[in-house]
């Protein structure tokens, strides 16, 4: 397992917080992902604003990397895995093609995302399992959204939570998981998706990664 990783329990389930902005349900070998967002970086440079290239290789280079290091079978999206139509590029579509021959095996699973919506659904040769929300596997009802009503304990994304930790004289950003009573949002795992501050409730824990652990701030 990832070193820095977490096992918590959630819904009755054990899960590992990975310090990659993850999730693994190790029962069911699932790896769940929110937020990758891919092919924002080419919508923002579609619209005349200047933006680094390669965050989508970034992106499939970190799910190889996680892949390895969990022996995940299933990848299920939280939602918005496109982040507009100008996802559907030839070069945005070339590489996820590529990524995706050499992780013919997996189990690809989408909840489709508010992005989504926009963007239109992925590519049908990807091999992606399109569901809507509330996807509900055992104890877990997967969502984007955090706030939909579910039968199950929900996984979501859609926010990109982060927390802040701060002294008199700094602040820190770092991603976060929180977690309450009936729902856990997950950070945003794509590499150019920024993250909203958030102030948990009382009955909320909150576990922020440095990237390269997962620590416990309440």
Request: aromatic residues 8%.
């Amino acid at each position: 397992m990832s070193p820095g990783a977490l096992m918590v329990e959630l819904g009755g389930e054990r899960l590992i917080l990975l310090p990659q902005k993850a999730a693994f349900w190790p029962r069911e070998r699932m790896l769940v992902i929110a937020d990758i967002h891919f092919g924002k970086a080419a919508a923002f440079r579609s619209w005349g604003i200047p933006v680094p290239k390669g965050t989508t290789s970034e992106n499939l280079d970190a799910l190889d990397e996680l892949i390895l290091l969990t022996g995940a079978q299933h990848l299920l999206f939280l939602g918005d895995f496109l982040h507009a139509r100008a996802a559907h590029a030839a070069g945005t579509q070339a590489a996820m093609l590529a990524w995706r021959r050499k992780n013919c095996e997996l189990i690809l699973t989408l909840v489709r995302g508010n992005h989504d919506k926009h963007a239109g659904d992925p590519a049908a040769q990807l091999g992606i399992d399109l569901v809507d929300e509330p996807y509900t596997v055992g104890p877990f009802s997967f969502c984007h959204h955090p706030d939909v009503d579910a039968p199950g304990y929900v996984l979501a994304g859609h926010v990109h939570p982060v927390y802040v930790l701060a002294t008199r004289f700094d602040a820190l950003r770092l991603p976060c998981f929180i977690a309450g009573p009936r729902r856990m949002i997950l950070p945003s795992f794509g590499a150019f998706t920024g993250g909203h501050a958030l102030r948990p409730a009382p009955d909320e824990r909150v576990w922020v990664s440095s990237g390269e652990a997962v620590h416990s701030v309440r």
